[in-house]
């Protein structure tokens, strides 16, 4: 079993050694440096600390975390259902299984790089205080979130694999990009309250009220210790993939050219 994950995780490394792909792969790691460049070197006054910490969040832990994780993982099964290879995965042991965690981890594995590159260029070109700091808290947020991320999207692409990217947009606008802004106990329910309160706690950003965190702030983070927020989203993924790979087993998917109508 670990042999065949293996083989497919290598299998997509090298296909995705092409100079598409790797063009895409620059774009995630530049898009970052160029706005926080634009930014730094177009404002008369230097931007506060806690504003590129907000910055450097919103660009990499969630939009190059979330975007490439969101193109990657997501057509992992709808991919070989369109190249008709899908019957001939089933038919080996776990052939399935494999597939599903061999193109996750290589998801994974592919996003990370251009986000601590982009992270790395992004931070001393802000020029901040605590670099190091801001640097060392985004590259554990990236770290968190694209395991996360990338099992969200691997498992809505296995319920619906032929609108997989379509449920996968609307879960990121509904819940990722607008529930996660309701101050109520449902944003609790998303990746981005935990990695909002790792981030206010790692970086001890304070705001206006008492004692730095008002109400309406604690709406949106929690009071909760980070060592729980960290646990929720190293625990998430492991149970989000053996539900995705229960329903693969579960279902039988058609490459037949009829189901596409």
Request: glycine share 6%; hydrophobic share 55%; aromatic share 12%.
């Given at each position: 079993?670990?042999?065949?994950?293996?083989?497919?995780?290598?299998?997509?490394?090298?296909?995705?050694?092409?100079?598409?792909?790797?063009?895409?792969?620059?774009?995630?790691?530049?898009?970052?440096?160029?706005?926080?460049?634009?930014?730094?070197?177009?404002?008369?006054?230097?931007?506060?600390?806690?504003?590129?910490?907000?910055?450097?969040?919103?660009?990499?832990?969630?939009?190059?975390?979330?975007?490439?994780?969101?193109?990657?993982?997501?057509?992992?099964?709808?991919?070989?259902?369109?190249?008709?290879?899908?019957?001939?995965?089933?038919?080996?042991?776990?052939?399935?299984?494999?597939?599903?965690?061999?193109?996750?981890?290589?998801?994974?594995?592919?996003?990370?790089?251009?986000?601590?590159?982009?992270?790395?260029?992004?931070?001393p070109l802000a020029d901040t205080s605590d670099?190091?700091?801001?640097?060392?808290?985004?590259?554990?947020?990236?770290?968190?979130?694209?395991?996360?991320?990338?099992?969200v999207y691997l498992l809505l692409g296995t319920?619906?694999?032929?609108?997989?990217?379509?449920?996968?947009?609307?879960?990121?606008?509904?819940?990722?990009?607008?529930?996660?802004?309701?101050?109520?106990?449902?944003?609790?329910?998303?990746?981005?309250?935990?990695?909002?309160?790792?981030?206010?706690?790692?970086?001890?950003?304070?705001?206006p009220g008492p004692g730095g965190r008002p109400?309406?702030?604690?709406?949106?983070?929690?009071?909760?210790?980070?060592?729980?927020?960290?646990?929720?989203?190293?625990?998430?993924?492991?149970?989000?993939?053996?539900?995705?790979?229960?329903?693969?087993?579960?279902?039988?998917?058609?490459?037949?050219?009829?189901?596409?109508?």
């Amino acid at each position: 079993m670990m042999g065949n994950v293996a083989a497919v995780f290598l299998f997509e490394w090298k296909r995705a050694l092409t100079l598409p792909r790797m063009m895409w792969w620059g774009v995630l790691a530049a898009f970052p440096v160029f706005i926080v460049g634009v930014i730094r070197f177009t404002t008369y006054q230097i931007p506060p600390r806690e504003f590129w910490a907000g910055m450097l969040y919103a660009l990499i832990p969630m939009l190059v975390s979330m975007l490439g994780m969101l193109l990657w993982a997501t057509p992992a099964i709808s991919a070989e259902l369109e190249r008709r290879s899908w019957v001939y995965l089933t038919v080996r042991p776990n052939g399935g299984t494999a597939v599903l965690l061999g193109k996750y981890l290589a998801a994974v594995t592919w996003v990370i790089p251009p986000a601590l590159i982009g992270l790395s260029i992004a931070v001393p070109l802000a020029d901040t205080s605590d670099g190091w700091r801001l640097w060392w808290t985004m590259a554990r947020l990236v770290c968190l979130s694209c395991p996360a991320y990338g099992a969200v999207y691997l498992l809505l692409g296995t319920l619906l694999p032929r609108r997989a990217l379509v449920l996968a947009v609307a879960y990121t606008l509904i819940f990722e990009l607008i529930v996660a802004l309701v101050p109520a106990v449902i944003n609790k329910l998303t990746i981005q309250y935990r990695l909002r309160a790792l981030l206010v706690e790692w970086c001890d950003l304070s705001f206006p009220g008492p004692g730095g965190r008002p109400s309406g702030v604690l709406a949106l983070i929690g009071d909760d210790p980070a060592w729980q927020h960290v646990m929720t989203l190293l625990l998430l993924p492991p149970v989000l993939l053996l539900i995705a790979v229960a329903i693969l087993r579960w279902s039988e998917f058609s490459t037949s050219a009829e189901s596409d109508v």
